[in-house]
């Protein structure tokens, strides 16, 4: 694997482009083009390689003038239309419609950028230049705006005497946003370090304030910031650039330079620190002590001082990076508080880097203490230095994560983007943040010449810094409905204020927005997308390279697949037949033994084994439905993933902590289980739509049942009564635990998956040859438990100003000949149907459908939904919806593309290995993905009407619903509702 060969050469003019630079990055096989438009000053920034995934974006600089969310707005609203493409919502018929293996579009506090990724050339070149013309020529209708962003309606549409209120997208998805502790916790820290600047708004926009946008300023936004001469374009994979430049000098064409100020202005440095108090909202019945939040805040170095923002990441690795993390371990052996704040680290985003560190589950008494323990701590570090094996260990991990190929949610090609904009956004070197590996051998070189690098950089950027910000966040039970009140008020002086007349003129346009959003597009303009056709599309499956083996008797797959360096490894351990009342504690046994001392060690001296030896060791649980739904798996998975010359040490690691294990030290157990608390109580609210899922989910399968035990509320209301009775019950744990590990790690329980080079799983095969040895007994394995499942139809109480709906209902496994059809059908109804009717009307940032073959269930979900009534309204009406209302033969051919287009999403190495095991699992071959795959393709409108009558038909009576919402929300949805759902605490 090489560097592809440079195309073009420094200088070199082409369809009016000049080369600035051309550059090889070997350690990610990158050939990088550097190009400036001549015309316009567009900047270009294409990294060849021999990637088939292909990533095109447009970014902008945006800095926000207020805190209107105008940046964010603006996001959502290019992307409904323009002139060429004339239809009420691009974005959406992109995303159902292509073989896009990513879409979306990002408002950062000083950026705007819209991504687009895909593996065919002429899907790619489709998708980019629909995504250009919207970014450079949209249409900014009124109604986009009035959707969008905000507009008035009445509770009642109905009713002018009813309750005058707020809507919009944005408007609800910030209402979300500003119910999260995380997020707010992060925007008052940044508004308040940054005051001077743009990064004292919010881009996103704060709800208090997105309803002073006016239309006017909206499209003058635009105007002022999205030329050619303001646009970053960046460009990973594997077409060549001259193929880009042509493109690109096409969709410039008839632009001209254009004056823009767009510069982002420093922050002035303090002379002094200073402190912000805020609040955040918990639920009426959660008590308020102990939940505050303390963090210490610094403005560090400009972004493009790359060699600084390098020193940092690393010292910010040492500090509290690990549980070896000397900062780290001060700060949560004090007792100050329950564990460390989850926004704690570098902040890179911005002009000027930040770090952040601090307590959560603490109070505000004592902030003082907790700050001026950060300090002393730093102080102490900058005398004595940092241990040696630490800094390695970080050293390592930087290397491991460089060098790592990691395709999750995002393509390689944005995570290489994000480095790149770091620097570039600032006029800086966008090359530095890729090309580190070289930085770093320099910063080793300093190192080993000056041993107090690391102390220096602690001392000037830490010690030395007055630019500090301490900032203290408390929980408030009064929170909620004081914003509530409050709106209400305003809400009512406002309708007090306006005549019989306006407010019938507010009825109308609502009215008016409503007869727009319901309108279907004209064929003709739907007819101007670029689109491929289903015989352009690939009949086959990827097939991940797998042998069937097995170590010291313990089955084993082996895939041989290119991984750069690393070796992955998987340990899956066969759970099913453990008794009900152990099956809770499987995830808590997991996060405490990866997590604390094994083989004589003590915590803190394995966790720097970890980060020296391994890329990180993680446990997880999963369970499903066999092929033909009539068993279910139920496994706990080890990962370990270790460069190759570290395999063996990695393997006796994982060995030491499933043979040798030492649970016996309590305020460490103590810390873990406060931090795994607080971790999934914080995921709530930003996830309430999952958790609903869970909730309502749990009553149709074993495998959705223990979805909702190990990752849900259930898990949520275990974990919070041990952290809150944990010197009661600790030695009623410490033996469930005891017996889990004693019947969960034999031999005769595991499943080897390895995933590496030939060179990696050699090394891997012996090692794990051993670690098997190590592992005693055959352990017989019971008959899987089967736990009692009940309906559920209730509301729970969370603290959030906008509600999450799920509707679940019983489905077939992935061999039943329906499952094709459910799946077009979910794909179906979460871009039209639900799209439609939850967010276009409904004003929520999401409605969507998914039919899970692996837990058989099929979900109709609500995402930061100002509607509680409505939505089950919607999700009633939708088995009528597509029985009544049949698909047209070209609107099926788009969600078949678009289906296809998911299923081939590409999967990073380590991924692809894991894949193939929960096929395994499950029984799922290649044949039976190849006829899965075929069914799809051949779908008519006729079966898919057929099979969805079917399954409605005798899946109705399975429904079963949660809703995650606030106490009012739910109390007025139950006036309404019939039956009511039965209203319950979170914990
Ligand atoms: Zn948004």
Redesign the pocket.
């Known amino acids: 694997m090489e560097c592809p060969v440079p195309m073009l050469a420094a200088g070199d003019k082409l369809h009016g482009f000049q080369v600035l630079r051309v550059e090889q990055i070997p350690e990610i096989r990158i050939t990088a083009y550097e190009i400036e438009h001549d015309k316009t000053g567009a900047k270009v920034l294409h990294l060849h390689c021999d990637d088939r995934e292909n990533l095109y974006s447009i970014g902008f600089r945006t800095p926000a003038p207020d805190s209107t969310g105008v940046p964010?707005i603006l996001?959502?609203s290019v992307l409904a239309g323009s002139e060429r493409y004339p239809l009420k919502d691009v974005f959406n018929e992109l995303m159902r419609g292509t073989l896009q293996t990513f879409i979306n579009a990002f408002?950062y506090p000083d950026k705007t950028i819209y991504p687009v990724a895909s593996q065919v050339w002429a899907d790619f070149f489709n998708l980019a230049r629909v995504y250009t013309d919207l970014a450079l020529r949209p249409r900014l209708l009124k109604e986009t705006f009035l959707q969008e962003g905000h507009h008035l309606e009445f509770s009642n549409p109905e009713d002018t005497g009813s309750e005058l209120t707020i809507s919009g997208?944005?408007y609800n998805?910030m209402k979300g946003a500003y119910s999260s502790p995380e997020s707010l916790m992060y925007k008052t820290i940044q508004e308040h370090l940054y005051p001077d600047t743009t990064y004292s708004f919010d881009s996103?926009g704060n709800p208090g304030n997105i309803p002073l946008l006016t239309y006017e300023q909206f499209k003058a936004f635009h105007r002022a910031y999205y030329s050619p001469t303001n646009a970053r374009f960046f460009l990973y994979g594997d077409i060549p650039p001259a193929d880009h430049l042509a493109f690109l000098a096409e969709m410039l064409a008839g632009f001209d330079r254009a004056a823009v100020d767009s510069t982002i202005r420093s922050q002035a440095r303090w002379q002094q620190p200073s402190s912000i108090r805020s609040t955040y909202p918990i639920g009426n019945e959660d008590k308020p002590a102990g939940k505050t939040v303390v963090n210490t805040a610094w403005m560090m170095a400009e972004n493009t001082d790359y060699e600084t923002a390098l020193l940092l990441q690393i010292t910010s690795g040492m500090l509290v990076g690990s549980a070896a993390g000397p900062l780290r371990k001060a700060l949560i052996d004090s007792g100050l508080g329950e564990d460390l704040s989850p926004i704690t680290g570098v902040e890179n985003d911005l002009k000027q880097i930040a770090f952040v560190v601090g307590l959560r589950g603490t109070d505000p008494e004592k902030a003082q203490r907790i700050e001026e323990l950060t300090i002393d701590t730093l102080t102490n570090i900058s005398k004595s230095g940092f241990d040696r094996e630490l800094i390695e260990g970080t050293l390592h991990q930087v290397e491991f994560h460089g060098k790592e190929i990691v395709r999750s949610a995002y393509p390689y090609g944005i995570v290489l983007m994000g480095r790149a904009y770091h620097t570039w956004l600032y006029d800086g070197d966008p090359l530095e943040g890729l090309n580190f590996t070289r930085l770093i051998e320099e910063i080793r070189k300093k190192w080993e010449v000056g041993p107090e690098l690391f102390q220096e950089i602690v001392r000037k950027w830490f010690l030395d810094n007055p630019h500090r910000l301490l900032s203290v966040m408390e929980p408030s039970q009064t929170y909620q409905a004081e914003q509530e009140e409050a709106f209400k008020k305003k809400m009512a002086q406002l309708k007090s204020s306006l005549s019989a007349k306006e407010l019938e003129k507010i009825q109308q346009d609502a009215y008016t927005l409503k007869k727009y959003q319901a309108e279907p597009d004209l064929p003709e303009a739907a007819a101007r997308l670029p689109k491929l056709s289903i015989s352009d599309i690939s009949r086959e499956i990827e097939i991940i390279p797998t042998v069937k083996s097995a170590i010291e008797n313990a089955p084993a797959m082996m895939h041989d697949i290119f991984t750069n360096g690393i070796a992955y490894l998987d340990l899956a351990f066969d759970v099913s037949d453990l008794p009900e009342d152990l099956q809770p504690y499987l995830p808590l046994l997991g996060k405490l033994i990866t997590n604390m001392g094994a083989a004589g060690l003590d915590y803190e001296e394995m966790a720097k084994r970890i980060v020296l030896k391994t890329g990180g060791i993680s446990c997880l649980l999963s369970s499903g439905l066999s092929v033909d739904g009539k068993k279910n798996w139920q496994r706990m998975i080890f990962r370990i993933k270790a460069l190759h010359r570290n395999v063996k040490d990695a393997i006796n690691i994982i060995a030491d902590i499933l043979t040798s294990a030492d649970m016996s030290n309590e305020s460490r157990m103590r810390e873990l289980i406060a931090e795994k608390r607080n971790d999934l109580q914080a995921a709530v609210v930003p996830s309430g739509h999952v958790f609903a899922r869970r909730s309502a989910g749990s009553a149709l399968s074993v495998p959705a049942y223990r979805d909702e035990q190990w990752h849900g509320r259930t898990q949520l209301k275990i974990v919070n009564r041990i952290a809150d009775q944990f010197n009661e019950i600790r030695g009623d744990l410490l033996s469930k635990l005891t017996v889990l590990q004693n019947r969960v790690f034999k031999r005769g329980r595991l499943y080897i998956n390895l995933t590496a080079d030939s060179e990696g799983i050699s090394l891997l095969s012996e090692s794990t040859a051993e670690l098997v040895r190590r592992l005693s007994g055959d352990g017989d394995i019971g008959s899987p438990g089967t736990p009692a499942l009940s309906p559920i139809h209730a509301g729970i109480v969370i603290p959030a100003q906008v509600s999450y709906v799920a509707k679940a209902l019983s489905a077939p496994a992935y061999a039943d000949p329906l499952s094709p059809s459910l799946h077009v059908l979910a794909r179906q109804l979460s871009t039209g149907y639900l799209y439609k009717h939850i967010r276009v009307q409904g004003g929520a940032?999401g409605g969507m459908s998914q039919y899970d073959m692996m837990s058989g269930t099929f979900a109709l979900l609500s995402y930061r939904d100002p509607n509680i009534v409505n939505t089950l309204n919607v999700y009633r009406d939708a088995a009528d919806f597509v029985s009544r209302n049949k698909i047209s033969r070209e609107d099926l051919e788009k969600t078949i593309i678009g289906t296809i287009g998911s299923l081939d999403k590409p999967m990073d190495p380590s991924s692809r290995g894991y894949i193939a095991m929960i096929r395994d699992f499950t029984g799922i071959t290649d044949d039976d993905r190849l006829k899965f795959r075929n069914n799809i393709l051949g779908m008519t409108p006729e079966i898919l009407l057929e099979d969805a009558f079917r399954y409605f038909t005798s899946a109705a009576d399975s429904a079963v619903v949660a809703v995650y919402a606030s106490q009012d929300s739910l109390e007025k949805a139950n006036k309404l509702l019939e039956p009511k759902l039965a209203v319950e605490t979170l914990t």
Do not use: A, K, P, S
């Open positions: 964010h996001e959502h408002t997208i944005v998805e996103g940032y």
